[in-house]
């Protein structure tokens, strides 16, 4: 019988690591995106072996934007909503959630695009990656 402590300490899906517990306030990070993208997300932290919000904490931090390493301005890569979007969420931390405020300010795009952008590079999310090999992303802005 597993007790309640031990089930505390469990990811919510089978297989994946859990974010390491901050003892903190989580925020939540949310778009409406394409189903599409909604699929690569989460195909691209089952091959982490990520839950999904430690994915897109990843995918956050290793934009180069955030961390104020790429200067002058972003091309804006525009899609018109279909009105078949789905909710795309996450608990992420508080300075997660600004820098993915920043990242999207810095391509002059609204949050919910911002993660359509970083999942859509996220090219080795369709491989099997060990969390600390992870590179920074390869985000190629000028391709609509």
């Given at each position: 019988?597993?007790?309640?402590?031990?089930?505390?300490?469990?990811?919510?899906?089978a297989?994946?690591?859990?974010r390491?517990?901050?003892g903190?306030?989580?925020?939540?990070?949310q778009?409406r995106?394409?189903p599409?993208?909604r699929d690569?997300?989460?195909a691209g932290?089952?091959?982490?072996?990520?839950?999904i919000?430690?994915y897109?904490?990843?995918?956050v931090e290793?934009?180069p934007l955030?961390r104020?390493?790429?200067?002058?301005a972003m091309?804006?890569?525009?899609?018109?909503?279909t009105?078949t979007?789905?909710?795309?969420?996450?608990?992420?931390?508080p300075?997660?959630?600004?820098?993915a405020?920043?990242?999207a300010k810095a391509?002059r795009v609204?949050?919910?695009?911002?993660?359509?952008i970083?999942?859509?590079?996220?090219q080795?999310?369709t491989?099997?990656?060990?969390?600390?090999?992870?590179?920074?992303?390869?985000?190629?802005?000028m391709?609509?």
């Open positions: 019988m597993v007790g309640c402590a031990m089930m505390l300490g469990m990811a919510a899906i297989g994946r690591r859990r390491a517990n901050t903190r306030v989580h925020g939540s990070l778009g995106v394409s599409e993208v690569l997300a989460w932290a089952a091959a982490r072996g990520q839950s919000s430690l897109l904490e990843t995918l290793a934009d955030t104020g390493q790429v200067t002058g091309p804006r890569r525009l899609r018109v909503p009105g979007e789905v909710m795309l969420q996450a608990r992420v931390r300075e997660v959630c600004d820098l405020k920043k990242g391509r609204p949050l919910w695009r911002y993660l359509e970083l999942v859509e590079a996220d080795k999310g491989a099997p990656v060990e969390p600390e090999q992870t590179e920074q992303l390869n985000l190629d802005l391709s609509a």
